[in-house]
């Protein structure tokens, strides 16, 4: 599954299941994610990318950049 920055998702699995979160990066094995509430940009979540869900929404670099343009962006999405 192919992932790239400022992707949103949805959690399926783990203590974040049901919540949209942001893309921040990505490796061969894990995704990194965060939604500047309870995983902030600096200690992203690492997650097994079969525990997320794609919902096809993306939002821009700039929304990424502080914790507090996440949260607005996210709560806009949903």
Known sequence: ????KGELVVCTAGREKER???VLAF???YV???DGKERKLA???RKNPKHVKKT???????MCSTDRALRKAL????
């Open 43 to 45: 200690s992203p979540k």
């Open 56 to 62: 096809g929404e993306q939002i821009s670099d700039i």
């Open 32 to 34: 990194y994610l965060c």
């Open 75 to 78: 709560s806009k999405e949903v």
């Open 27 to 29: 490796d061969e094995k």
């Open 20 to 22: 949209l979160m942001c």
């Open 1 to 4: 599954m192919e992932f790239c």
